[in-house]
């Protein structure tokens, strides 16, 4: 059924830039709504940036806006999120998701990713 992979996580400092990359496989994605979610130690995991099957139109988090950037290339089954002007507060597990369903919510995601890690030290 498919299943998608995270990466580029790591150690950054504040102020400072990070781009996770979830590279999808066993099917295409390219007829799906994609999103990013988080999960900070003793949160609920949130909704973080999502995009529809074209690229066309992403919905952000008031938290990142302005910040962070969701895009994806159908045509290398990716999706990216570049992360700019990072804070501590970003510090969490990111997980790359898809669904046929819009908007992008947790309730309706297909398929999960398991998730990178990233921390901003302050």
């Known amino acids: 059924q498919g299943r998608l992979v995270e990466s580029g996580g790591g150690l950054v400092q504040a102020g400072g830039s990070l781009r996770l990359s979830c590279a999808a496989s066993g099917r295409t994605f390219s007829s799906y709504a994609m999103g990013w979610f988080r999960q900070a130690p003793g949160k609920e995991r949130e909704s973080v940036a999502t995009v529809i099957w074209s690229g066309r139109s992403t919905t952000y988090a008031d938290s990142v806006k302005g910040r962070f950037t969701i895009s994806r290339d159908n045509a290398k089954n990716t999706l990216y999120l570049q992360m700019n002007s990072l804070k501590p507060e970003d510090t969490a597990v990111y997980y790359c998701?898809?669904?046929?369903?819009?908007?992008?919510?947790?309730?309706?995601?297909?398929?999960w990713g398991q998730g990178t890690l990233v921390t901003v030290s302050s």
């Open positions: 998701a898809a669904t046929r369903d819009w908007p992008v919510t947790a309730l309706v995601v297909e398929v």
